[in-house]
Nanobody
């Protein structure tokens, strides 16, 4: 089971940009499907984006399509989530998760490795 860790969270004004990074220190994400989820208090964890282990196929939640981009940097063994045109509704604790399965439908039950989360706060 690979261990993953997020970095790059922070606070930004509405319309700004942030990039989150998911890394697997001492291991590799090359053979894993990687997804980003977010959660706010009192709500269920929401799938944001996913990149499959098969051909790096990507998937996005409707709420972030056209604003967020997920990409795999194989040379540096990380997965990025580039977030642009951020809105206050994007605020939350963002989790990176990894799975050995090729499914990329952002179902949390498909993922067995989770990071501790990175806080993203978008102010209006």
């Amino acid at each position: 089971q690979v261990k993953v860790a997020e970095s790059g969270g922070g606070e930004v004004q509405s319309g700004g940009s942030l990039t989150l990074t998911c890394a697997a220190p001492g291991s590799t994400l090359f053979y894993h499907t990687v997804a980003w989820f977010r959660q706010v208090p009192g709500k269920a964890r929401e799938g944001v984006s996913c990149i499959s282990v098969i051909d790096d196929k990507t998937n996005y939640a409707d709420s972030v399509k056209g604003r967020f981009t997920i990409a795999r940097d194989k040379g540096n063994n990380v997965v990025f989530l580039q977030m642009t045109r951020l809105k206050p509704g994007d605020t939350g604790l963002y989790y990176c998760a990894a799975s050995i399965w090729e499914r990329c439908n952002m179902d949390p039950t498909d993922f067995d490795s989770w990071g501790q989360g990175a806080q993203v706060t978008v102010s209006s």
